[in-house]
Nanobody
Framework: QLQLVESGGGWMQPGGSLRLSCAAS????????IGWFRQAPGKEREGVSC????????SYADSVKGRFTISRDNAKNTVYLQMNSLKPEDTAVYYC?????????????????WGQGTQVTVSI
């Protein structure tokens, strides 16, 4: 059974950077496409970014394009989300999720495994 654990969240000033990690255990990430999602208070969960199984395809929400970068290190069984130029509207709980197929999705429905989330707060 694949288990995912997010880390790297916290508080940051606007304009700053954070790097989130999604560490897998119980199985190898080689078999999974990975997505990052976020949910702000009072809002629906939204897709932030995703990466295909071999990292050949990535996708970003318009709101984070040019600021966030997703990557994966299958040898370390970890996926990363580098977040630069953070804005207050990036404040949310961030989740990583895995689906056992090649291509990722910006929608949450295909994903079978989810982490517990990590809080990101961007404020002065």
């Amino acid at each position: 059974q694949l288990q995912l654990v997010e880390s790297g969240g916290g508080w940051m000033q606007p304009g700053g950077s954070l790097r989130l990690s999604c560490a897998a255990s119980g199985s190898t990430l080689d078999y999974y496409a990975i997505g990052w999602f976020r949910q702000a208070p009072g809002k629906e969960r939204e897709g932030v970014s995703c990466i295909s199984r071999n990292a050949g395809r990535t996708s970003y929400a318009d709101s984070v394009k040019g600021r966030f970068t997703i990557s994966r290190d299958n040898a370390k069984n970890t996926v990363y989300l580098q977040m630069n130029s953070l804005k207050p509207e990036d404040t949310a709980v961030y989740y990583c999720a895995a689906v056992g197929r090649f291509f990722c999705s910006s929608y949450d429905s295909p994903y079978d495994y989810w982490g517990q989330g990590t809080q990101v707060t961007v404020s002065i």
